[in-house]
C-alpha cells in the first residue's frame, strides 16, 4: 500500500470517494510518516501508545493532537474518522485507520520488533477475548464513570454493569505476571490503561475502598504493569503510559470535571448503589 499507489492529497480530503469506500477500500489520507492522533488521557488511544513505545517506534509514528486537524469533531477529522473519536491512524502509505484495537494490531503486524504474539491458539483466543469483553462490555459505558449521564438511575445501572464485567475479567485474568500468563500480550496494552480510570476514579470519585475487592488476579496483574519495576522491559511503557493517563485524571479532577459531569450530586442520590462490595 505504501509508495507508488500512495496518494499525496492533504489530510482531511476524501482521498477516495464512498463508493470506492462503501466496496471495502480504506479511505486514504496524506502520505509519510504514519500519525496517531491521540493525547494522553485517551485510555482507548493508550494501547497503542504502549505498542508504540514496547517496539520502539517513535521515530516512525508520530503522535499528535487531533488539535492538528481541527479536533475531534472537525470536518478534517471526521472525514478520516467518520466517528470523531480518538484514536486515529494515518498509516505510512496514507491510509485512515480507527478503532483502537485495529489500529493496535495493524501497529503490532505491520513493523519488526516483537509482536507480542501468545504461543498457542488457545491463549491466542483468550487474549482476544478478555479484549473483547472489555471493548463490548465496558468501553461504552465506562463514560458512566466521569461523563454527563441523563440521570443517577442510568449511571448507576452502568456502573453495576461495570462491576460485573471486572468480575467476569477476573475470571479470564491469569493470576501471573501479565494478563494471559507469563508474557506480555495485547491483551495487557487494551486492558491496562482503562484499568488506571478505574482504580482513580472508583476510589477517588466513587467512594470505594477497595477498586480490586474480590478480584486477586486483576489486582496483582494492574500492580505489576503500574510498578514500572522489577526489571522488566514492558512493565516500563505500561508505567510511562500510567503517568500519561494520571496526571491528565488529575488535572479533570483540578478542573472539577465530577462537579460539572453532575457525578457529584448522583452520587447522593442514595437509594442507587454507588460503592461495591
Ligand atoms: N471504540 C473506540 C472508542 C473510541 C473512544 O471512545 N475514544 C474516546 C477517547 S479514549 C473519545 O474519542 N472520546 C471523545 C468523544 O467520544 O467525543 C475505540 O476503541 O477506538
Redesign the pocket.
Known sequence: MEGSRATTRRAGTRAVGLAQAARGRAVRAMSGSAKLYDIPV????ARCRIAIYAKGLEDKIDIVPPSDLGG?KSEEYMALNPK????LLITEGGIAL????VILQYILDKYDGPSFTLETPEERALCALSTKIF?TYM?PIQGCLYRVSESAEQRASELKVMDENLHTLEDYCSGGEYFCGPSPSSADMSLFPSFVFFEFMLERHFGWKDWGYEKPKLKSWYDNLKSGGDGSEFTKHTRRVYDEIYQALVAWEEGGRWETTGVNAHKKEEEYKWVYP
Open positions: 485517551s485510555n482507548n488511544g475531534i470523531g473519536k480518538m484514536p480507527w478503532e483502537s484495537e471493548d468501553q
